[in-house]
């Protein structure tokens, strides 16, 4: 319980600060220390908020790449019609439970080669493309949110020069 002479030693300790002409109003000094500690406090949690949906990010994308070798295996199985019957299955059912959670497949023959996206495996040069072209997508990207988990891996064509 504070005591008047506590009281008057936090308000002496205070106008210390101050010139001797200056009146110093507690209430002002304290509800200033509250507004600012409470300030402290919002951006902590707002931090702390923003730091744990990062971890949840990563780890769901860690787990994600580790499955993308599952997914291209499941992918060449399709290509080959060798994915049939229950396997089918559980291949369609593994591909809707990835694209529930968030990953997305992505690489297309004939989009504009991007080297934030893609990887360049191979080159070639054409007249029949006028800027840098990803022709051949030899195995696809896969993205988590707007984070790359594997850029995608592709043959590029050049223009030809004149």
Do not use: C, W
């Amino acid at each position: 319980m504070t005591t008047e002479n506590d009281a008057s030693i936090q308000v002496d300790e205070v106008a210390e600060d101050v010139a001797p002409d200056q009146v110093i109003d507690p209430v002002a000094t304290l509800t200033n220390d509250l507004q600012r500690v409470q300030a402290e406090y919002a951006n902590y949690r707002k931090r702390v908020e923003r730091d744990r949906s990062l971890a949840h990010e990563m780890a769901i994308g860690a787990v994600l790449t580790e499955l993308l070798a599952l997914l291209d295996g499941l992918d060449r199985a399709e290509a080959h019609e060798e994915l049939t019957g229950g396997f089918k299955a559980v291949a369609d059912q593994l591909h809707a439970i990835t694209a529930r959670i968030g990953l997305e497949k992505y690489g297309v023959e004939g989009e504009a080669f991007d080297p934030q996206i893609h990887e360049a495996l191979m080159h070639e040069i054409s007249s029949d493309v006028t800027v840098a072209t990803a022709t051949k997508i030899l195995q696809p990207g896969y993205k988590y949110k707007e984070r790359i988990l594997r850029p995608a891996r592709v043959s590029v064509t050049d223009p030809a020069e004149e």
